[in-house]
T-cell receptor
Framework: GQQLNQSPQSMFIQEGEDVSMNCTSS?????WLWYKQEPGEGPVLLIA?????ELTSNGRLTAQFGITRKDSFLNISASIPSDVGIYFC????????????FGSGTQLTVLP | DTAVSQTPKYLVTQMGNDKSIKCEQN?????MYWYKQDSKKFLKIMFS???????INETVPNRFSPKSPDKAHLNLHINSLELGDSAVYFC???????????FGPGTRLLVL
């Protein structure tokens, strides 16, 4: 089956810094999604990407669908304490119908 | 209004018991899912139903049985609970294309 490698596994940054994380897959994906999970909650959709090369922003968050269709990036600019959480990438491979494959998550800690 | 809701939020039970988790979505979606999130936060799909029909059934012990009385509800029944079943179980829903999935708040199951 498809595998997603998400990195880094964890990040400790100072408030105000920019953050980058990425996911790579072993196969071509048609859709990339980025979710954020806060403690005690379910994952919340941040950004959805549907086309290779697509660059989409949501406030201070920007995500890109890689040209090769095997990777995606999420950037957070000017981080704030409420950015703390686990960020997951998820992708849907061609022919996998509704099935999403999730990355292992990036635990983000923002230090004041 | 909560889009995807689950009950209970916490479930503590003894090994060998049978328990059920309920999920409801008011998004008008046709497709619903159950995911298991382990202690390392890895999210793995268990089942998917489209309009009350099972469409994804990953390698899950047959002690786990999903039931969808209508397209807005997907319940998960677990027989003979084992210690390894302890995890957070998330329900999600999506449109039939499955492009984006919306998650419930999770049910934290602890088997003693």
């Amino acid at each position: 089956g498809q595998q997603l490698n998400q990195s880094p596994q964890s990040m400790f940054i100072q408030e105000g810094e920019d953050v980058s994380m990425n996911c790579t897959s072993s196969s071509i994906f048609n859709t990339w999604l980025w979710y954020k999970q806060e403690p005690g909650e379910g994952p919340v959709l941040l950004i959805a990407l549907y086309k290779a090369g697509e660059l989409t922003s949501n406030g201070r968050l920007t995500a890109q669908f890689g040209i090769t269709r095997k990777d995606s990036f999420l950037n957070i600019s000017a981080s704030i304490p409420s950015d703390v959480g686990i960020y997951f990438c998820a992708g849907r491979a061609s022919g996998s119908a509704r099935q999403l494959t999730f990355g292992s998550g990036t635990q983000l800690t923002v230090l004041p | 209004d909560t889009a995807v809701s689950q009950t209970p939020k916490y479930l503590v039970t003894q090994m060998g018991n049978d328990k059920s988790i309920k999920c409801e979505q008011n998004l008008g979606h046709d497709t619903m899912y159950w995911y298991k999130q382990d202690s390392k936060k890895f999210l793995k799909i268990m089942f998917s139903y489209n309009n009350k029909e099972l469409i994804i059934n990953e390698t899950v012990p047959n002690r786990f049985s999903p039931k969808s009385p209508d397209k807005a509800h997907l319940n998960l029944h677990i027989n003979s609970l084992e210690l390894g079943d302890s995890a957070v179980y998330f329900c999600a829903s999506s449109t039939p294309a499955g492009e984006t999935q919306y998650f419930g708040p999770g049910t934290r199951l602890l088997v003693l």
